[in-house]
């Protein structure tokens, strides 16, 4: 069993749906993705927070096997996000953004992460991304996500890094942009070309997209009634993406198709287990027999039994 | 084997999208939805055209096997509609609808009509959709769709109607609109409490919702990089839906859920074809020897082998 080293954000969010709200909680890329992720390998979280990080956070995370040697604590406050999600819970509204401590973040590994073979570089500049990269010894498996702000303003850096990249993990809205295709499937298959053997698009509710070999895969999202808060959703779905891959006993065989859409299903079963509650909630209280349950009903929602037409 | 009746317009479409533009071209809720579903069962088309309607058309249709019984030609212009895609080929815009003769059109079935064990009421005036389904003898299964002009205008007539439909299909923001739900998922489950007992949610691209004994399944769409115009996607979705279920040897069995999802992929499959050409052009050319081959292939990218964890 392999482990994976994630850097991305530690966040203090504060969220308000038409369920109602969350203040200053736990949140931040590679939070959720630790989160989903340690439920199939070992996970370093490299990442930095003020001062000001609750030490029951901390506590938390490494309860649930989350290590935290590569959290830097450094003078100032947390990076806070906050956000509102009308009727529909479509993209969410950014009511304000403070980097703080993450602005001045200068990630430098330790001996044990940079000998991860697998590494997932949470939506950050690309250079900060970049950096990470050239310190890691000889990684099997480089993944990495990006946003829009970063397709506006640093997209020849951001090809540059995909270029070195295994898998990509973007949304939507952001693959038809940096692709500059109108059509998803197109944006999917174009932006396969730049570099990346695997590029997956996270569609929320509408499912996902799979590039494996050239081939175009599509799923749905595990259906749900009961969607609380969507925050978060895009980099738990990568935690049981990349998780479920990295515990692959051979991470050769990690990229092949058949591996990859499981991947997919546990990517989904985990995003759909965070959006039904604020924060972290849900990821915190979630053991490896939920998952099971859910991946079985999914498998079986999704199950087709031959119907060729006779000849 | 069953057959079907479908009553709805017969059109003269003319489409411009980004790849080009057809004029006064075959189209139309009961020719695309004949078209896909002659594919499994012998179609009845009740319809109305006016006198210009040509010649040729009625020609393609009959040598397809869409038995044009219940077709009147009525003095006057035959039903004509336009519109426009903007890139990515979301909703279409409107740009002109004339009635013209399916105005005064008031179905009147032939007996062979009256007694078919499946009939489709494709998008209509509720109240017409009810004159036709008074007539019916004793249908085995009754489907029907709708779009937002009756949600907004006809409500409680179409609540009406549903309490005596067992199968509805709905496009994703009709659902929504008639549920007054913001959710998808949600909007599909009430939906399936007004009445019928199959909920099918059509969200093209993004795939298909299928509600069946209380049960929420999801479905992603054929993925295609080739979308050329999808008018008629919808129709044509319903099509291979309910042609698939009426060439079931025992229409009792035909919603059962194992067949259900089967005909979701069936209509999606239809529905992959007809957008890859203006107008009807490929479900024209469309044999059955295409359909099993797009049917195993999407199987194929759907199935996922065991992957549980472990214990």
Redesign the interface.
Known sequence: MSSIVVVGTVALDSVKT?SGQSREALGGSAVYFSLAARL?VPVHLVGVVGQDFPEEHKHSLRTRGVNLEGLDVLPGKTFRWAGAYG???GAAKTLETQLNVFEVFRPKLKPAHKAAPVVFLANAYPELQWEVLSQMTEPSIIACDTMNYWINSKRPALKELLSRVDIFLINEAEA?KLARE?????AA?KLAEWGPSVVVVK?G???A?LVADGR??????????D?IDPTGAGDTFAGGFLG?LA?SGNLKEALEP??L??AV??GSILASFNVQDFSTRRLEKLN?DD??HR??DF?D?????????A?
């Open positions: 038409p199939f009727k529909g819970l038809r109108a059509d998803t499937c197109r298959r569609k509710e509408h499912g997209l175009l895969y599509a799923f749905p999202a595990y259906p749900l009634v969607v479920y515990s058949a591996r859409k499981r299903l546990y490896p998952l099971r991946y079985r498998v929602l999704l199950t087709v039994e031959d119907g060729i037409l000849a």
